[in-house]
């Protein structure tokens, strides 16, 4: 039998006990990766509903242009870097582009990037570049936000009686 706590609330995987349990509305959660704990820290509401219940994957493909052509060992590097990371499901690199599908249930852009900072990729640094991330940064922040708060339904007519 498995308690609530050896599931990731983030990515329904198992808990590794090293990784700090949060506090939330007087609920523990507990993670399998600092990535996921991260994901809930910006998105709580997201995910402390739904422990252990199936959700639908909300997939992402986005590509990256880098400031500059990678190399065939940066390339190697930059692919099982980020396959390691939760959610992250097909990659690939070449030239001067990274492109990488994931479930924004599970991992953002601005995480990817963090990974691809690590591995000491540099992003394209082009004001069109610049946009693009910053737009598509938003745009997911808000896509999860409106996953934890639906807009609420609307009445259209009175109750039976009135
Ligand atoms: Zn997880």
């Not at 690199?93 to 601005?110: H, I, N, P």
Request: a positive charge; proline letters at 6%; hydrophobic letters at 35%.
């Amino acid at each position: 039998m498995s308690a609530l706590s050896d599931i990731c609330p983030v990515c329904g995987m198992k808990t590794a006990p090293e990784v700090a349990a949060i506090e939330y509305h007087k609920m523990f959660f507990h993670f399998c990766s600092e990535q996921c704990r991260k994901m809930f820290l910006d998105h709580p509401a997201l995910y402390s509903g739904k422990i252990g219940k199936e959700q639908s994957k909300i997939l992402k493909r986005r590509t990256m242009s880098l400031a500059e052509p990678v190399d065939d060992e940066i390339r190697k590097r930059i692919i099982s870097s980020l396959m390691k990371m939760m959610g992250v499901q097909e990659v690939t690199a070449e030239k001067g582009k990274v492109s990488v599908t994931y479930d924004l249930r599970q991992v953002t852009e601005g995480r990817i990037e963090e990974v691809l900072a690590e591995v000491g990729t540099k992003l394209g640094g082009g004001w069109l570049d610049r946009l693009r991330r910053g737009w598509v940064h938003e745009s997911e922040e808000t896509e999860l936000d409106n996953l934890a708060a639906p807009p609420a339904p609307k009445r259209n007519r009175p109750p039976p009686g009135v």
